[in-house]
């Protein structure tokens, strides 16, 4: 396995430090305890299992590590009724019918000569395998992630939307970095691909799958990073705004709400702003721009008895 | 290390947290990977190998924090981790490495590899009161905890029997001897150091508390959690109403895990003619793959009919409880209450977050006048017949007691005939049914089911059966 960032050597917790750099390098921040996540990942060569709220980065977080590995990254949206056709492989049976069209037509050719039944049968043999090959074989994502030679990201995204059978096709993979075709028989990963799992929760993932992997939870980040988050992500927001902004978007958080802003709307609102060339808070900007940070009528009018104070809180607090 | 790790484990499987076997050989590799030496960083890899959900990260940093404390003896262990290896004389070579029993702070990454720790000898613990080595007694503590097999401590009478183990352990009796002998030569040194004995055995206690506290920090209440369960509703005490809120709550968040799937029956014999045409264009039309038409089963609509008189009120709080804290899966529960005359209480519920508030304001709005099924019956015609389908369960939770009055078991029988399925709860224990003014005689032949429901099991059994059931 070769190391996450190639010139550092040290131990654990200076490569984990180099792991988390290299995140900021590439514009994902991030807290040393996604760091070391991904280090563990790769370094036990077990998948990790992310969880949290929508919008704090779960997906983000494999695209950074694709990046940052210099590895393809291999997304599979789950769904219900997804299947192993659609996640794993399918044969090209418009090939095969063809090939079969070209066997027939040359099948006298390749029959003269043969003495009785039996040497025909046996001529027909050596054709079998053909029809069951690779090159046959249409990979889909999962088949692709193992076939990388170079290993790859697989980022199997909202698996909490999938059915619980595909959950358990899921272990095999999981586990070995192995697929067993039936026609083919098991076919190994050729270079172990870093696996992300994501999952809002909608469902609990079964305890089987959950054994297996590492356990990652990223909840909504504290100031101190969303402030982080939003400079490097928004540059062109003046200090002074994004300090005010981040503020007000913690002050949301505490509130009952029923879906709470996350990073990306934070990020979203940030850029809002930039575009109305804003320079400060007030409680007129807010109200009038609100609907980009929540997304539920019910949340914006409950909130809006509110934003005078949180306003205020948010100017004071910077 | 591998033995503070397993002490580790099983202190987070007492404060609730699952961790199987090939979890625990998984925290083994990530020490090794990641090593003792910052303690932020070994928390973070340890918790996403052994705490797999959000109320598990939480323990899994309570008791980290808890197990891994490393106060006592705190004066110098800072400086002495050097030290430790003098405070060794007499390792006994057969010992596996690292003696240390509970509690070596990841910060303490030294002791790694070291000479193992085997039992100080006597006159060590003499010579380390007298020179105040306070590594070298935090090292020997440990290791006479581990002894003492002090991780089997389960109740807190055990504490002085372990302390006094311990003290034995670390040479207790040579220390005596030796303050007896100065006791004639040098009364000075004597006081000196029966005082440190006092210190030391406090120390020790204080020790030995922390690890009590460590390894049944929830037995007591996982004990309490059990029993709770299966007691008669109505016999449970105000003061324990936390928990069993806690414990509705658990109990629902596993019946909504299990339950959360939207279940299908495959309609056998009914071809889905579309969706097999599309699916065997790829067969050149030929009818390889066969879909059969599904239904999709709905979700089950509940209508609960709660007697909130006196006798079954506390059930009744339960039972309302229990079904709005479902509402991912039965998304669609109305509820009504009822002693003298029924009232709706679906939006009560919806509007008010507070389940308790609403309880007793539902309490307060219908509650005592004498219990009177025949009247409550004609309200819900009145209100919700009309709403009873094919689709409908309805919950009657009651004891049936009317009063004398006519209980109209004609209204039931309505109820019956247009709903799914009417379930009948009842309180009170089978054999007080139709005794005195209990009209379940009359009632129960409307009833699909009726059963006694009395302590918070049965009621997650039945709701697991409406679930279940569910169509």
Known sequence: MNKVVPDVNGDAPSQIAAIRQGFERSGYICNNQIATSIFLAERLQKPLLVEGPPGVGKTELAKATAELLGKPLIRLQCYEGLDEAKALYEWKYGKQLLYTQVLKEKLGDLMSGAQGLKESISRLHEFDDTFFNEEFLEPRPLLKALWQPGGAVLLIDELDKSDDEFEAFLLEILSDYQISIPELGTIKARTTPIVFLTSNNSREIGDALKRRCLHLYIPFPDTELEQRIIRARVPEVEERLRNQLVAFVQGLRALDLKKLPAVSETIDWARTLVLLHARELDAELVRDTLNVLLKFQDDIENVDSEINALTTKALAAS | ?471
């Open chain 2, 1 to 471: 290390m591998t033995e503070v790790l397993g002490d580790f484990i099983r202190a987070l499987r007492a404060a609730d947290v699952r961790v199987s076997t090939s979890e625990s050989i998984d925290a083994g590799r990530v020490v090794d990977l990641v090593g003792l030496g910052e303690r932020e960083i070994l928390r973070h890899a340890l918790s996403q190998v052994l705490a797999k959900t959000e109320d598990e990260k939480q323990a899994f940093r309570d008791t980290f924090d808890r197990y891994f404390a490393f106060d006592q003896f705190k004066a110098k262990s800072e400086t002495s981790t050097q030290q430790q290896g003098d405070a060794e004389r007499e390792p006994n070579a057969g010992e596996t490495q690292n003696g240390s029993g509970g509690m070596p702070g990841p910060g303490g990454g030294g002791t790694e590899g070291q000479p193992s720790g085997g039992a100080p000898a006597p006159q060590d613990l003499v010579a380390m009161l007298e020179g105040g080595d306070q590594a070298a007694l935090q090292m020997a503590l440990a290791e006479a905890a581990r002894q003492a097999q002090l991780n089997r401590i389960r109740l807190f009478t055990q504490r002085g029997m372990y302390t006094r183990r311990m003290m034995e352990i670390m040479g207790l009796d040579a220390l005596n001897d030796e303050i007896e002998r100065r006791e004639s030569g040098d009364p000075k040194g004597a006081e000196r150091l029966s005082d440190a004995r006092d210190a030391l055995r406090e120390q020790v206690r204080d020790y030995v508390e922390k690890q009590l506290e460590i390894f049944t920090a929830n037995a007591g209440r996982q004990l309490r959690e059990e029993v709770l369960s299966q007691v008669r509703l109505s016999n449970v005490d105000r003061s324990d109403m936390k928990i069993m809120r806690a414990l509705v709550a658990k109990m629902a968040k596993r019946l909504v895990a299990l339950h959360s799937r939207r279940k299908k029956v495959e309609k056998r014999g009914q071809l889905d003619m579309r969706r097999t045409i599309r699916a065997n264009v790829e067969f050149d039309g030929l009818f390889f793959h066969t879909i059969w038409k599904q239904q999709k089963i709905d979700r089950p609509k509940v209508m609960a009919i709660c007697d909130v008189s006196g006798s079954v009120a506390q059930v009744a709080r339960f039972l309302l409880m229990f079904l709005y804290s479902l509402q991912e899966v039965l998304p669609r529960v109305r509820s009504f209450a009822f002693s003298g005359q029924l009232g709706e209480t679906t939006e009560l519920f919806e509007r008010e977050r507070d389940i308790e508030k609403a309880l007793a304001r539902a309490l307060m709005e219908h509650g005592g006048g004498s219990t009177d099924y025949g009247q409550a019956f004609l309200d819900f015609e009145r209100l919700a017949l009309d709403d009873v389908d094919h689709r409908t369960t309805v919950l009657i939770l009651g004891d049936a007691r009317s009063n004398y009055g006519n209980p109209r078991g004609d209204i039931l029988k309505k109820i019956h005939a247009r709903a799914r399925r009417v379930i009948w709860l009842n309180p009170e224990p089978r054999s007080l049914w139709n005794s005195g003014d209990s009209e379940m005689k009359r009632l129960a032949p409307y009833c699909d089911t009726a059963k006694t429901c009395a302590s918070l099991k049965d009621l997650e059994r039945v709701i697991s059966e409406l679930l279940r059931h569910a169509t």
